[in-house]
């Protein structure tokens, strides 16, 4: 075989075999993949998928806001339910963690957008192009507040480069734009043979339109609360759901999290960083009332705010002051 050819093929191989077998290449890798526990949490979650009849929700990312390092990914979602993924939000890792699913790329079936801050849309471009290289199809679509359409055409723009040499490298169709659908509005979303899904508008200035997600599968209600103060629409829309994932902020926690920030040289005004908390987020107390009111099986916090230094009880016992259901508190990876 000439010399140009063995380089070719190899660098296929290698591809392919990143995209296949996200456990081997985790193994081999320093940091993170050799953290303590993870593999274990890697072989649960496949477990968990594998052969599945029934609609399932999976937590890629529970971090809250860009904060890279921690030890929670930033935000991100699947639903997987007959065959088909669908993925709400694509915070930083998003790409990652969705391969550490064992979910097959061809899966992947619509991705959906809550609001534009980066720890929710940061990752939305690279997860169709290593998704494209994983064997997503082409006709995967978006759904999300504006600017989306413009967002979309604008990374492809930039990463046309990359995508067309990938595609002359290992002789493969290029990734076109996606379908993009903008949500100027509240209210449906899309339907198909697995999923109705509907927007529902949350609190969180300045960024408008932001929403919050209902998806009712024929087994399942999932309901997401996006990034909001505690808000009725969000419990009328979550109504008499199976899950309300729905974010939590421990309000002394964060305090004194922005204050150790501050210490450390950090440019934040406190004044000006608790006032945006207040106004933008939704304390686990008043989680556990919007869950109750709603009446949900399930209730599951998430993009938990601070990320670290709060114990699963103390979020837990918060929201139990007023939800007498199930209370997850989330972890990345985490199937429900």
Request: with cysteine; proline share 7%; charged share 20%.
């Amino acid at each position: 075989m000439p010399s140009a050819n063995r380089e070719l093929v190899s660098r296929r191989g290698l591809i392919t075999g990143l995209v296949a077998a996200p456990a081997l290449t985790l193994a081999a890798a320093p940091g993170e993949a050799q953290a303590a526990g993870i593999d274990q949490t890697i072989a649960a979650t496949q477990a968990a998928l594998k052969d599945a009849k029934d609609t399932k929700l999976v937590i890629l990312g529970t971090g809250a806001g860009p904060v890279p390092g921690s030890a929670r990914h930033m935000t991100a979602h699947i639903l997987l339910s007959k065959g088909s993924a669908y993925v709400l939000d694509c915070g930083l890792g998003v790409t990652r963690q969705f391969a550490r699913t064992g979910i097959p790329w061809r899966a992947l079936k619509a991705i959906f957008i809550t609001h534009h801050h980066p720890d929710h849309n940061i990752e939305y471009g690279p997860l169709l192009v290593m998704g494209w290289i994983g064997g997503m199809t082409q006709s995967v679509r978006a759904y999300g507040p504006p600017p989306l359409a413009q967002m979309t055409a604008d990374y492809f723009r930039s990463a046309k480069t990359t995508i067309d040499f990938w595609a002359e490298d290992f002789h493969v169709p290029p990734l076109a734009p996606i379908e993009t659908h903008e949500l100027p509005q509240a209210g449906p979303v899309m339907q198909d043979e697995n999923v109705k899904v509907t927007a529902v508008l949350v609190q969180h200035p300045p960024v408008t339109p932001a929403y919050g997600y209902r998806f009712d599968f024929e087994d399942r209600s999932i309901a997401f609360s996006g990034d909001t103060v505690g808000l009725e629409a969000v419990a009328a829309m979550a109504k008499g759901a199976d899950i309300l994932v729905h974010e939590a902020i421990d309000m002394p926690a964060i305090e004194a999290y922005m204050r150790a920030q501050i210490a450390r040289g950090s440019p934040l005004n406190l004044d000006a960083a608790m006032a945006h908390m207040r106004a933008d987020h939704t304390p686990a107390e008043e989680v556990g009332r919007i869950a109750q009111e709603a009446g949900v099986k399930k209730l599951v916090l998430s993009h938990l705010s601070p990320g670290e230094g709060v114990s699963d009880e103390r979020w837990r016992d918060a929201a139990a002051k007023s939800f007498k259901g199930e209370i997850v508190v989330a972890r990345d990876l985490l199937v429900a």
